[in-house]
């Protein structure tokens, strides 16, 4: 059975949900297994770091306790998101964790996945990593990846500049593992059409943004809600690296979103100074293109029940 095949038979739905900084927490990830997708979170956002084992304990117990009072429900893995950079002092640290609960998906960012990759293979767990080209996949597929997240336009958070079309497509011509696509995709047929179009898993985190069970500010789910496409700002102000934020936070923060000054890679930092940063830029919220097809903050189980609908009507209507 492929790794692919494996993970489909126990979800409900092709999709992953994307972790999301200080927004994923221990409920959403499980609100997010226990509909059937894929549910996930960075590990940084266990803070301070003594809280990872909490974390993950709690996530393993719970998710457990389900499988085995319902042994014929579809209940989804987990992932833990690691950034993969040489700022972030807690990485070694958080590996070592993550193998002591033996957590099934590693998610890697950043840089080339290497040290991710050396400590799953010991316990059996499998490392999916963020790219945003060709030359980002190869290295990846060099370094021992068992799948590939495709970041393309219009993803929140850092995201790509590339067409789904274009990126999905070039690396389906030298890559047959997992891929999993990223970037605007909010509905039910938009997840098919990731499918269609070469992708095995769609990768999605504005939806769950505006979810009962995100750790976000109820001004945050709300400007989501409201928000369109022409809504989200792409900038490397605020990290270092591009991303999609919401035009309304940066107005809030009396920024002009349209005269935002440049920033560098060496700005990046995920250690114990990003502590100042990220009180610095709260309340810069981040979310994808998608957000124009989000009306409502919802619990995670009827967003998942939404998508499934959307789905199976999206292949009965190509069917018919």
């Known amino acids: 059975m492929s790794l692919v095949e494996e993970l489909t038979a126990q979800m409900r739905l092709?999709?992953?949900?994307?972790?999301?900084?200080?927004?994923?927490?221990?409920?959403?990830?499980?609100?997010?297994?226990?509909?059937?997708?894929?549910?996930s979170f960075p590990a940084l956002n266990a803070r301070p770091a003594?809280?990872?084992?909490?974390?993950?304990?709690?996530?393993?117990?719970?998710?457990?306790?389900?499988?085995?009072?319902?042994?014929?429900?579809?209940?989804?893995?987990?992932?833990?998101?690691?950034?993969?950079?040489g700022s972030n002092d807690r990485l070694d640290q958080d590996l070592k964790v993550c193998a002591d609960y033996r957590v099934p998906?590693?998610?890697?960012?950043?840089?080339?996945?290497?040290?991710?990759?050396?400590?799953?293979?010991?316990?059996?767990?499998?490392?999916?990593?963020?790219?945003i080209s060709v030359r980002h996949a190869e290295k990846a597929i060099e370094a021992g990846v068992?799948?590939?997240?495709?970041?393309?336009a219009g993803a929140g958070g850092h995201a790509g500049t590339l067409s789904p079309f274009a990126l999905v497509s070039e690396i389906r011509r030298f890559w047959d593992g997992p891929l999993i696509l990223s970037g605007a995709i909010t509905r039910g047929e938009h997840v098919l059409a990731a499918q269609a179009m070469g992708a095995d898993f769609a990768y999605m985190g504005s939806r769950f943004i505006a979810s009962n069970e995100a750790n976000a500010a109820p001004a945050y789910k709300e400007m989501v809600t409201s928000s369109s496409a022409k809504d989200v700002v792409y900038t490397n102000l605020f990290t270092g690296v591009h991303g999609n934020?919401?035009?309304?936070?940066?107005?809030?923060?009396?920024?002009?979103?349209?005269?935002?000054?440049?920033?560098?890679k060496d700005a990046m930092t995920f250690g114990t100074d990003r502590e100042e940063k990220k009180k610095a830029w709260k309340d810069i919220w981040g979310a994808g293109q998608g957000v124009g097809n989000i009306d409502d903050v919802r619990p995670t189980r009827d967003i998942v029940?939404?998508?499934?609908?959307?789905?199976?009507?999206?292949k009965a209507r190509l069917a018919g």
């Not at 992953?16 to 059937?36: R, T």
């Not at 304990?57 to 306790?65: K, N, R, V, Y």
Request: with cysteine; hydrophobic share 45%; charged share 15%.
């Open 14 to 39: 092709p999709v992953i949900g994307a972790p999301l900084f200080i927004l994923s927490n221990p409920d959403l990830v499980i609100a997010q297994c226990m509909s059937g997708v894929i549910g």
């Open 50 to 85: 003594s809280e990872l084992p909490v974390w993950l304990e709690q996530i393993t117990d719970t998710l457990a306790a389900e499988r085995e009072a319902n042994p014929q429900a579809k209940i989804a893995p987990f992932a833990v998101n690691q950034i993969v950079h």
């Open 105 to 131: 998906i590693m998610i890697t960012s950043l840089r080339p996945p290497h040290p991710a990759i050396e400590v799953a293979r010991d316990y059996g767990g499998k490392v999916f990593h963020d790219v």
């Open 146 to 152: 068992d799948g590939l997240i495709v970041v393309c």
């Open 245 to 264: 934020y919401l035009r309304g936070s940066i107005e809030n923060v009396g920024m002009d979103p349209d005269a935002l000054p440049e920033s560098g």
């Open 305 to 314: 029940n939404q998508l499934a609908s959307e789905y199976d009507a999206a």
